[in-house]
């Protein structure tokens, strides 16, 4: 048998190209359904476990999708805003813990999350190393994030401009880094948290600048009167909160109305939650109010059910292959005619001969195993980023 | 015999172990409560007694409007069962920090309609928001004794709601702090009624809760006890005083001598309304109220 197996390995290196491409062909057959099923066990566990911890989540109007999948795992949708008046509506209900979150802005590439402390002890967030907030103009990472961006806490990181091109718009923050989280394995290990007041200066809603009434420079002013001094664009507006200037911070206006993207609602209890929900079904209500986890499920839904279209494409592509494959062996057999008649005269039975042909199919077919359980490893080893890619960014 | 006895006594000593044992694990954490100012940690004190245990962290010298937590204070704010805030923008370090909401409770936000707005003087305009003053709120609301009742209600309602199991001793601290509030400010009623229109200059802008809960007519400089009146100030007080003939300013602390010197000099006498929004050093808030009163009776007489 080891010899049959020589006679095949010497006939498979000699034609390489062919036996490639078989090779590549089996594979690919195999590892896509595998691959599938992989990436929606992923994306099922992942999106379901966070969603069922998630009670209830208050948004504006439209879509619920999006509004699921920004308060929840920080993707790019954005979903219109509400004001902070959605939050104090819960806390005077007295029906659930309410948690705003605001998720607008990034800082190298990863999500701003403005929030309240609550939402840690919500999460069951611990800092792994550093402290929690205390002041604005700080920031904690998720452990990914630090990752990837090499941060330890008493470095900083800067807001990214929202528009490359908007040279009026608002300062980036600099803020700085004070904890980083314990990883999670969601997407808080890819999120940086700050306190939603840190999240409206970045914003702009609120800021720090020089004293304008004690101005003594006069090219930083531009009108004085008995009741007001105009400053001009001169004026330094700080763009980072430290000890020093932290006092010349503040906000315009009153902050009930700043915006926020959701609420996270916590009802005390299931029936707390239902009256909740009750709250919300007026015909002149602007806001929605949405079980996660039923969201989650209709996604779940949707995916299935491509999923199911996809096995249908993935079966008649197999169908064809292995057709195509065996096409292939019986015109190899064609034109091996020759060959297989020298190998009989040589003194060979059609035994030997058969076990020739079956050795090659065995190293084409183990060595496809191989590389598709290489690839599936890969896979498996990055399901949750590929999730995260192809369903939730 | 001697069996059956020796039997009872080892059952007796086991049921008093066991009970003894319950007993210690039914024993109570005292609840931990941080508050911002004093007027709430003595009617948290006063609420619950010795199952909560109350702490302002402000020195005793300072404002605790004025005053800045360091980080470790800020923790130690997060760490507590309960945060009492006064609410009205009292204490501007509460705007800058952050509080887990869960255990805040804001004891004015029931009566935020009745806030007081008070106005930079002077405005100012930069960027594209153009002209605007800093607004900001009157916050000495309990200087309104019915408006501290009510304060002390928002206390006791979050107290029992963390410590259901004393809500009865709880409600009834509350109705006799309560009943006290409410009679001095009966009493103050009654002393500045008859003659409330009598022009006062109050010596810092601390009193608007005051002057409006009980029709004052007063009107407001930024002097400082501790300090010598300058020029400026003594010339806008005179200015003041031609649209405002008053005869007496209300100061927060006893001010200086010299400063008393000027004002008698311009014919105005100096009492004192302690504001109490720290800890005093003799007595407690009603007592020093009550003392603030007395002294009020001279003004009002």
Redesign the interface.
């Known amino acids: 048998m080891l010899d049959s197996f020589y006679i095949a390995w010497k006939y498979i290196s000699y034609n390489r190209i062919k036996t490639a491409v078989l090779v590549a062909c089996v594979t690919l057959i195999s590892f896509l359904p595998f691959a599938l099923q992989l990436l929606l066990n992923g994306s099922e566990r992942q999106l379901m476990s966070r969603a069922v911890s998630t009670p209830l989540v208050i948004g504006a109007k439209g879509s619920a999708l999006d509004l699921v999948m920004n308060t929840l795992y920080f993707g790019d949708e954005r979903p219109e805003v509400i004001s902070m008046q959605a939050a104090n509506r819960i ?1 005077d209900s007295e029906l659930a ?3 705003p979150t605001y998720t607008r802005f990034k800082a190298r590439g990863y999500p701003i999350v403005g929030t ?3 939402y840690f ?1 919500f999460r069951g967030l611990n800092v792994e190393s550093g ?6 103009g ?1 920031c904690v990472v998720g452990a990914r994030a630090a990752e990837d961006l090499k941060l330890k806490p008493g470095n900083s990181l800067v807001s990214s401009p929202e528009s490359l091109f908007d040279l ?1 718009g608002v300062y980036p923050l600099k803020m700085k880094v004070v904890g980083i989280l314990e990883k999670a394995h969601t997407s808080d290990d890819l999120a940086i948290f700050v ?1 939603l ?1 840190t999240a409206w200066v970045i914003q702009g809603l609120g800021h720090g ?1 020089q004293d ?2 004690q101005l003594k420079d006069p090219t930083l002013v531009l009108k004085r009167s008995g ?7 001169k ?1 330094y ?1 700080y763009t980072e909160i430290s000890e020093k200037n ?2 010349s ?4 206006g009153n ?1 009930d109305i700043y915006p926020i993207s959701a609420v996270i609602a916590v009802p005390a209890d299931e029936k707390s939650g239902t009256i909740l929900q009750g709250r919300y079904l007026g015909k002149n209500e602007t806001q929605q109010i949405l079980r996660p986890a039923e969201v989650i499920d209709g996604l779940l839904q949707n995916i299935f059910r491509i999923k199911n279209v996809l096995d249908a494409v993935v079966s008649v592509v197999a169908l064809a292959t292995v057709m195509a494959i065996v096409l292939v062996f019986a015109l190899s057999l064609r034109l091996r005619q020759r060959e297989i008649k020298t190998i009989f005269k040589i003194g060979c039975s059609r035994l030997t001969i058969a076990k020739l042909l079956a050795a090659e199919i065995l190293i084409i077919v183990a060595a496809s195993g191989v590389l598709c359980g290489i690839m599936l490893t890969v896979v498996n080893r990055f399901t949750n980023d590929l999730v995260r890619m192809l369903f939730i960014a | 015999m001697i069996f059956v006895h020796s039997l009872h006594r080892w059952l007796v000593l086991f049921l008093f172990l066991l009970f003894s044992g319950a007993n210690a694990g039914a024993t109570e954490a005292s609840l931990n409560v941080y508050v911002v100012n004093y007027p709430l940690k003595y009617f948290a004190e006063r609420i619950s007694g010795p199952h909560v245990n109350v702490t302002l962290p402000v020195p005793p010298e300072v404002d605790p409007v004025y005053w800045t937590p360091s980080i470790a204070d800020i923790g130690a704010y997060q760490q507590a069962d309960l945060i009492l805030l006064n609410g009205a923008g009292y204490a501007k370090w509460v705007s800058k920090v952050s509080l887990p909401r869960s255990k805040t409770v804001d004891t004015s936000r029931e009566f935020r309609d009745q806030y007081i707005t008070v106005k930079e003087a002077k405005t100012h305009s930069h960027g594209a928001e153009g002209q605007h003053a800093h607004e900001g709120l009157a916050f000495t609301t309990w200087m309104d004794l019915s408006l501290a009742a009510k304060q002390a209600e928002a206390i006791v309602d979050e107290i029992v709601r963390k410590r259901p199991q004393h809500e009865d001793l709880f409600r009834a601290n509350y109705r006799s702090l309560e009943k006290e509030l409410l009679a001095l400010d009966s009493r103050i009623k009654a002393v500045v009624s008859p003659n409330h229109t009598i022009p006062i200059i109050f010596s810092h802008p601390v009193y608007e809760y005051f002057a409006k809960a009980y029709g004052l007519n007063g009107r407001s400089v930024h002097w400082e006890p501790d300090q010598d009146p300058t020029p400026g100030q003594v010339a806008e007080l005179n200015k003041l005083l031609e649209s405002h003939p008053a005869n007496w300013m209300i100061w927060e602390n006893t001010p200086i001598k010299s400063a008393v010197d000027v004002l008698e000099v311009m014919g105005i006498k100096s009492v004192v309304f302690n504001p109490c929004g720290n800890v005093p050093p003799e007595g407690d808030l009603l007592s020093v109220m009550k003392d603030n009163v007395t002294k009020f009776e001279l003004v009002f007489h």
């Open positions: 806390w813990l309410p948690i309240t402390l609550d002890d402290r929690n907030l205390a002041v604005i700080e009026a306190d007041k600048h304008v009434t009741t007001n001094v105009a400053a001009t664009a004026l507006h932290i006092d911070f503040h906000f315009h902050t």
